[in-house]
């Protein structure tokens, strides 16, 4: 026996028991939702959670604070739809000095396999980034055997290509899933009335909605692979939206209260927040700004231990805003989306609990002719009364030329070169 190695092995032992007596019932009938990761399980190499703050190692005495633009860099023609990525030419070189150029210091990646080209330009423009990876969100069940098995593939595989092509260096966190449609975590909890606890390797989680378990599998597997495989980890979180929760206690919540979802199934809460949205615009007001977009924050920070990431904010520019029910969705100019996200911006830096939030991402840096499931032929043009297409802080013509939406860059500059 290795002497040397024995008081590693105890105190492994004790927090593996300290950690699964933690979900041993103190109470019959307990309803309160738990989620643990394994202590015994590695802490990522670079960005890090040390309790309710997000460290990055390499820089360990300066603040973190994540000055985000979501990327999907598809242009004209290409479309994720067939399983396409963005071309693998010189568009990065120039697309992330435009970025750099807004004080942009991190890139919310949603292409699950980007090329090498992106890569060496990321390397070149010293920014940090994070991967989407997409699952489908339109599933009846995210608990069948089937979904599952794919699932836990399709994120090996963006896993591998990390490894293989991307830069495991420079990525802060791996998103399992974005976006969950409400009917399909409705579905999915009613199939499996019985399933409320999952107890994995590195996760374990108790009191929780069938979704809430397939998405805890599906984080557990995840972070298994790549450390057995690559001997190491990144954060992980799941990306969800304020119309499923965690918040409950609105009225336009799209979930029963018992199909709530919770997104702490990782290391960080990740949560889109746009100021129109269902959740949103029923909060109550900010303690400083008195807007609903503060009074969600700090109730969120109240309610949820984890260090926060708002992963996707913006507003869309499309000529037609279709849904009369969706009041801010779609029609709006350029001019009216700087002065937004600016309130945006005053609201997480001045929120009660701003503490425990470290970082806002822009939602998106150019407009997606693709989206709305879209094959090539059909995304050679852009959709006027489609507001997913026109999100761009740049719009894109049908050669690929970005151009900027008025004053938005300028904006957004300004915006992040606060403290």
């Known amino acids: 026996m290795n002497r040397a190695a024995a008081p590693s092995r105890l105190l492994s032992t004790v927090l593996l028991f300290a950690w699964l007596l933690l979900f041993v019932p103190i ?18 190499t670079r960005f890090v959670v040390h309790g309710s703050s997000l460290v990055d190692r390499a820089r360990p ?3 973190l604070f994540f000055r985000g633009m979501g990327y999907s860099p598809f242009l004209p023609g290409e479309t994720p739809v067939l399983g396409q990525q963005p071309g693998n030419d010189d568009r990065y070189v120039s697309h992330l000095a435009l970025i750099k150029s807004m004080n942009v210091n991190y890139l919310h990646v949603f292409p699950r396999l980007m090329p090498p080209k992106f890569f060496e330009a990321l390397d070149k423009a010293d920014l940090v980034y994070s991967q989407d990876v997409w699952i489908w969100g339109y599933e009846e069940d995210f608990l069948a055997p089937a979904f599952q098995e794919k699932t836990l593939n399709d994120i090996k595989e963006v896993i591998d290509h990390t490894y293989r092509v991307g830069r495991p260096d420079r990525l802060v966190l791996f998103s399992i899933g974005d976006e969950l449609q409400a009917k399909c975590i409705t579905s999915t909890d009613a199939r499996h009335p019985d399933v409320n606890a999952y107890h994995g390797k590195h996760l374990s989680v108790t009191n929780r909605t069938p979704t809430e378990v397939a998405l805890a599998k599906l984080v557990d597997g995840a972070m298994d692979y790549e450390l057995t495989r690559y001997g190491r980890r990144h954060l992980y979180c799941h990306t969800s939206w304020t119309h499923v929760g965690p918040i409950a206690d609105r009225p336009d919540i799209e979930v029963s209260r018992d199909s709530v979802l919770v997104p702490d199934m990782g290391d960080l809460l990740c949560l889109n927040i746009y100021t129109y949205a269902n959740g949103v615009k029923t909060s109550p007001p900010g303690s400083v700004t008195g807007s609903t977009y503060q009074g969600y924050l700090e109730q969120l920070a109240t309610e949820y231990s984890q260090p926060i990431l708002v992963t996707q904010v913006g507003l869309s520019t499309s000529p037609i805003a279709p849904r009369a029910d969706i009041p801010g969705f779609g029609g709006h100019t350029p001019e009216e989306v700087g002065p937004v996200l600016e309130s945006v911006w005053r609201d997480i830096r001045t929120a009660r609990g701003k503490e425990r939030i470290f970082g806002m991402s822009i939602f998106a840096f150019q407009d997606e002719w693709w989206k709305s499931a879209k094959g090539p032929e059909a995304s050679l043009h852009q959709d006027a009364d489609d507001p997913e297409q026109w999100f761009g802080v740049y719009s894109v013509d049908s050669k690929g030329t970005l151009t900027p939406k008025g004053p938005l860059p300028a904006a957004i500059r300004a915006i992040y070169a606060q403290p």
């Open 27 to 44: 109470a019959q009938g307990q309803t309160q939702k738990t989620m643990q990761l394994n202590p015994t399980t590695p802490q990522p």
């Open 61 to 63: 005495d300066q603040p």
